[in-house]
């Protein structure tokens, strides 16, 4: 599994538009066969950065949405809105699919 995570620093005045600047590049890449999650979310500390999680099946499936017609659009759209070049972690992790369960944590009654 290949599993991605960047954080966006938006310009302050399109904070509030990110997400539906991002929502075609968003169904798009949930929509390829190799991708396992595509997550957003907004920082609890700066209301101008958000948080994308992503992972795919593999490094070739990472490679056919990085030449992808609408990772080009997505990220050319983006460039016109974000403060500062985005901040990435990529790795591969062997023998994963997508989420495990914590170990740690788990419901108990009140």
């Known amino acids: ?3 991605i995570t ?5 310009r302050p005045e399109r904070a509030e ?5 991002v929502a075609d590049f968003t169904e798009a890449t949930r929509s390829e066969p190799g991708n396992l999650f595509f997550e957003w979310s907004r920082s609890v500390t700066n209301p101008h950065q958000f948080v994308l999680v992503e992972a795919f ?6 490679r056919e949405h990085v030449e992808s017609a609408h990772f080009k659009a997505g990220t050319d759209a ?5 403060a500062e070049t985005p901040q990435i972690v990529s790795t591969e992790i ?3 699919d997508g989420w495990g369960q914590m170990g740690e944590v788990s419901p108990r009654n009140p």
Do not use: C, N, Q
Request: proline share 4%.
């Open 1 to 3: 599994m290949i599993f």
């Open 6 to 10: 960047v954080k966006f620093t938006v």
């Open 17 to 21: 538009d990110w997400l539906d600047l």
């Open 57 to 62: 099946r593999d490094g070739e499936a990472g």
């Open 78 to 82: 983006m460039s016109y809105a974000v």
């Open 94 to 96: 062997p023998d994963m």
